[in-house]
């Protein structure tokens, strides 16, 4: 879901870093001293995850974790993912600075509505089962509505990258069945042996 520099136009950019900011703010205010090492962790692990990517076209597709990182972060996802995006962008080339806000929000922004929405519903579980479902299809569902957001981003700069927005949707599949799996067990883990780690360190529900 990285977007490199020079591709996306002026309005969609200062729309995407605009976006970035509050949800950074949001993020940064609900956060307090025991849920920093939090946000380093799934900061880190994502920073990982994501190193390995498959291009497509003028982004490309890796795990992003977001539907986990927003159960767990709450907003505090939107920090997380601004430092490692930035991170990935200065030491290997992965994306853009000029980018960072728009590709914070394609993928942040899906994880912070799946925490808010449905993590209260999975943490009201009994079952561990049941709440590693409920995780895996919000996970899934993360991942179609972050290459939603890439889509989207593409065609409002140029009507020419229709196509690869076209091509990157159906890439989702695959990539949202590997995500709402390893989503589903570690919150089926999680509520088996720890399940306050399910409780939101920033601005959650």
């Given at each position: 879901m990285h977007i490199p520099d020079g591709i996306l136009t002026l309005p969609v950019l200062a729309a995407g870093g605009a976006l970035a900011v509050v949800g950074v703010g949001l993020g940064l205010r609900g956060l307090d001293d025991r849920g920093i090492p939090r946000v380093?962790?799934?900061s880190a692990v994502f920073f990982a995850a994501s190193l390995v990517s498959v291009p497509v076209g003028p982004s490309s597709v890796?795990?992003?974790?977001?539907?986990l990182m927003g159960l767990v972060l709450g907003l505090g996802i939107f920090p997380a993912v601004l430092v490692?995006?930035?991170?990935?962008?200065?030491?290997?080339?992965?994306?853009?600075?000029?980018t960072l806000g728009v590709n914070t929000v394609n993928i942040a922004l899906p994880g912070a509505a799946a925490g808010l929405?449905?993590?209260p519903l999975v943490r009201r579980q009994t079952s561990p089962l049941v709440a590693g479902v409920l995780a895996g299809v919000g996970s899934a569902l993360c991942i179609f509505a972050s290459g939603g957001g890439v889509a989207l981003t593409l065609w409002l700069s140029s009507s020419d990258f229709v196509p690869v927005a076209r091509v990157l949707l159906v890439t989702c599949l695959p990539l949202a069945l590997v995500e709402a799996a390893v989503a589903g067990m570690v919150v089926a883990f999680l509520m088996r042996v720890e399940p306050r780690m399910l409780q939101p360190s920033a601005g959650g529900a």
């Open positions: 380093a962790l799934l890796h795990l992003l974790l977001s539907g490692a995006l930035a991170l990935q962008a200065v030491l290997f080339g992965f994306g853009g600075l000029t929405l449905l993590g």
